[in-house]
Every structure is written in structure tokens, then in C-alpha cells.
Nanobody, 122 residues
Framework: QVQLVESGGGLVQAGGSLRLSCAAS?????MGWFRQVPGKEREFVAA????????LYTDAVKGRFSISRNSAKNTVYLQMNSLKPEDTAVYYC??????????????????WGRGTQVTVSS
């Protein structure tokens, strides 16, 4: 079984930065981040594969967010810069436990963390 633990959420002013971390206890093939606000569906943010080292981002965060990994620690990070109020959401770490492609398909992510709140004030 894979367990995911997120950390790093908090309150930040617009234009500021936060870095989220997600530590996985088991083997994962792809790790990523989704976010959700009340009344909206959970949406894809970013994902990264171990080998090859590829990344994928939603258009809304390109140029501002950066996903990275530490393979030895089986940990993924989401560096969030130039934060906007619209980035406010609960951010969920997610992982694929099988050799599925790097994509934005929520249903293909097998494991989920409990979420961490990110609030960006104007």
C-alpha cells in the first residue's frame, strides 16, 4: 500500500511563494498534485514521472509553479511562485502505482493524500 503525506500549505500574500512536499511510503511511478475549491471539481495542477524525467502542468500555473522530485526519498515537491488569490484551494498529492502515462486523468491516480490548505490573500 502507498501512503502519501503532504506538508507546506499555509497562508501567503499574493505574489508570494510556498513549497509543498509529499512523501510517499511505497513505490510510485508518477506523482502529482491536484487542487479543489468548494463547489468545483478537483483539477489537475502538475505531475512528474521518475524515468524518463518528464513534467506536466496545467496552463494556469505554467511559468509560476515547478514540480520536482527526490527519488531517494520518494518525495515530490511543488514550488509555487507568484501566487494569486485564484490559487487558493486544498492541494492534494496523488500517485500512480502502475505504469500508466503521465497525464491529467484524475481516475488514473490510485493514491491520495489528505490534502493541505493553501490560501492566497490579495
Amino acid at each position: 500500500q502507498v501512503q502519501l503525506v503532504e506538508s507546506g500549505g499555509g497562508l501567503v500574500q499574493a505574489g508570494g511563494s510556498l513549497r509543498l512536499s509529499c512523501a510517499a511510503s511505497g513505490r510510485t511511478y508518477i506523482m502529482g498534485w491536484f487542487r479543489q475549491v468548494p463547489g468545483k471539481e478537483r483539477e489537475f495542477v502538475a505531475a512528474i514521472s521518475w524515468s524518463p524525467d518528464n513534467t506536466l502542468y496545467t496552463d494556469a500555473v505554467k511559468g509560476r509553479f515547478s514540480i520536482s522530485r527526490n527519488s531517494a526519498k520518494n518525495t515530490v515537491y511543488l514550488q509555487m511562485n507568484s501566487l494569486k488569490p485564484e490559487d487558493t484551494a486544498v492541494y492534494y498529492c496523488a500517485a500512480k502505482s502502475r505504469g500508466l502515462p503521465l497525464n491529467k486523468v484524475l481516475a488514473q491516480y490510485d493514491y491520495w493524500g489528505r490534502g493541505t490548505q493553501v490560501t492566497v490573500s490579495s
